[in-house]
């Protein structure tokens, strides 16, 4: 049988990372799912994909850390092997506000969470997959948001900027590495049924704004793991730089 695929789902624990980590699953790949604190939903999911005949392994690493990212790839090159797919969709919001009410600390918490710690696994993925350090290529897939084209006001404008950077990044950086068998490519989802919108304070948010979703309802996980697995696969092997919006029209 041929070596598996080796795939890091950044927070793939839970929400639009476990539905990813589950189809990967289904197509052979060697899995790293990654999360912050949340053990047990990551630990679950692993069992259940170990139990159908998978491979794969958790590991708790905060991507905002720098340590904590050089740990994660280190861990996979030891126990996985040679990274083939990053998928950064760790990510987090704060709770709905206005700009003027919100404070550094805040808006700190939002970048280092959402933008540097994609920066830092893109950094370490590069690092592996770059012809330039040795490596054989590789994709990066980063997970952004319908918000970075909404900007999201009166909710988190920090939130959406902070994915208008992930969009950003993924052009550059995609421009960059290009040469050197590196593809980086993103999906913006627009309102997907998941914990997050719990976070920013309206569990039921998707339910005040479906109306407005040209298909005129929310999104599933697995719709957007749909997208992310297809830019990570060969069969989008002429695309790079480009955005995927799974928004329902939005
Ligand atoms: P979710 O259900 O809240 O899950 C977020 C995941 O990220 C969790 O597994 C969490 O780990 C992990 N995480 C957060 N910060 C982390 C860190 N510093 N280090 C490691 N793991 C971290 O969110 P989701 O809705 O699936 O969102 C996934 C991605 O899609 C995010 O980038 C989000 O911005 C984006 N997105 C979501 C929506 C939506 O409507 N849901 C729309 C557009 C974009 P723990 O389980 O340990 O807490």
């Known amino acids: 049988m041929n070596t598996p695929k080796v795939v890091l789902i950044t927070g793939g624990g839970r929400g639009i990372g476990a539905a990813t980590a589950r189809l990967f699953a289904r197509h052979h790949y060697a899995e790293c799912i990654n999360y912050k604190t949340n053990s047990e939903t990551a630990t679950k999911l692993a069992d259940d994909i170990i139990a159908n005949g998978g491979k794969c392994i958790t590991v708790k690493a905060d991507v905002a850390q720098e340590t904590n990212v050089r740990r994660l790839f280190d861990t996979i090159d030891q126990t996985l092997g040679r990274l083939s797919v990053l998928v ?14 919100m404070n550094a600390e805040r808006i700190n918490t939002i970048f280092i969470n959402n933008v540097t710690s994609y920066f830092l696994c893109c950094r370490e993925a590069i690092k592996h997959m770059s012809t330039r350090h040795g490596g054989v ?5 980063n997970v952004s948001s319908g918000a970075a084209r909404s900007g999201s006001p009166n909710e988190y404008i920090d ?3 902070s994915k208008g950077a992930i969009d950003t ?5 995609s421009l960059e590495v290009a040469a050197e ?11 997907i049924y998941t914990d997050m919108h719990a976070d920013g304070g309206e569990p039921g948010r998707i339910e005040r704004l479906k109306d407005k979703i040209p298909l005129q309802r ?4 697995e719709e957007v793991a749909e ?3 297809w ?3 060969e069969k989008s092997s002429f695309s790079t730089g480009n955005y995927i919006d799974v928004t329902g029209g939005l």
């Not at 290529?137 to 897939?141: A, D, E, S």
């Not at 068998?181 to 309102?191: S, T």
């Open 231 to 233: 830019l990570a696969t």
């Open 169 to 173: 990044l993924t052009k550059g950086l």
């Open 159 to 161: 939130y959406a900027a």
């Open 181 to 191: 068998g590196i593809r980086v490519n993103c999906v913006r989802p627009g309102l």
């Open 218 to 221: 929310g999104g599933l996980a």
């Open 137 to 141: 290529g590789g994709v990066i897939v």
């Open 227 to 229: 997208a992310i697995y």
């Open 88 to 101: 950064n969709n760790a990510g987090i919001i704060k709770k709905q506000m206005r700009l003027e009410e």
